[in-house]
Nanobody, 115 residues
Framework: QGQLQESGGGLVQAGGSLRLSCAAP????????MKWYRQPPGNQREEVAA???????NYADSVKGRFTISRDIAKNTVYLQMNSLRPEDTAVYYC?????????WGQGTQVIVSS
């Protein structure tokens, strides 16, 4: 842990947007499936979105059509564009990298959506 660095969290009103960023070392970014997870207050951590090293994406049903995961290869950075935010999206959001059974995690960034 500590190799991934998230940023972009904050307080936003319902219906608003935020973009989270996750910077990773090249050796991780170029070989791993990158994922965003979130942990709402008092709840378990859940997977939100994933992007493979080939660029294929996958989303949790709860965020489909609202969130978009993408990556900038030149910057070794993965993004999570979050639109139409809802109060239930409030959580600590974590970036993670997965490769051959091993994982690396960021420290998390807080997102609060007010109603």
């Amino acid at each position: 842990q500590g190799q991934l660095q998230e940023s972009g969290g904050g307080l936003v009103q319902a219906g608003g947007s935020l973009r989270l960023s996750c910077a990773a070392p090249f050796r991780i970014f170029s070989t791993s499936t990158m994922k965003w997870y979130r942990q709402p207050p008092g709840n378990q951590r859940e997977e939100v979105a994933a992007i493979s090293k080939f660029g294929s994406t996958n989303y949790a049903d709860s965020v489909k059509g609202r969130f978009t995961i993408s990556r900038d290869i030149a910057k070794n950075t993965v993004y999570l564009q979050m639109n139409s935010l809802r109060p239930e999206d409030t959580a600590v959001y974590y970036c993670a990298a997965f490769l051959q059974g091993a994982s690396s995690w960021g420290q998390g960034t807080q997102v609060i959506v007010s109603s």
